[in-house]
């Protein structure tokens, strides 16, 4: 069992940057892959980027991609979502996700993931 809290939204202006954080408890935490997500409004909860249990591979959405970094410290039970270079396309609720699989196998669908946090929201004006 994996719980997860989002943190680190919030309002900024288009080209600012925000760090997102995602606290997780359980044990099982340095095993999962974790991915991050997000739902704008009217919209479906679309992928945005993963990360192995080790850190060592990563994978992102083309349309985030260059600009949003996902990292993990398995040390402190939290994975982050570093996003630069905001657009108000990103405007969304954000969405930390873990899964139970160590695998890569359909990483991009949501309903692959076994635990989600309760998002966070990030606003970008411009």
């Not at 080209?15 to 479906?44: H, I, N, V, Y």
């Not at 108000?88 to 699989?101: F, G, H, K, L, S």
Request: hydrophobic residues 35%; contains cysteine.
């Amino acid at each position: 069992q994996v719980q997860l809290v989002e943190s680190g939204g919030g309002l900024v202006q288009a080209g600012d940057s925000l760090r997102l954080s995602c606290a997780a408890s359980g044990r099982t935490f340095s095993s999962s892959l974790m991915g991050w997500f997000r739902q704008a409004p009217g919209k479906e909860r679309e992928f945005v980027a993963a990360i192995s249990w080790d850190g060592g591979t990563t994978n992102y959405a083309d349309s985030v991609k260059g600009r949003f970094t996902i990292s993990r410290d398995n040390a402190k039970n939290t994975v982050y979502l570093q996003m630069n270079s905001l657009k108000p396309e990103d405007t969304a609720v954000y969405y930390c996700a873990a899964r139970n699989a160590r695998g890569w196998g359909r990483f991009r669908d949501h309903d692959t993931y076994d635990y989600w946090g309760q998002g966070t929201q990030v606003t970008v004006s411009s």
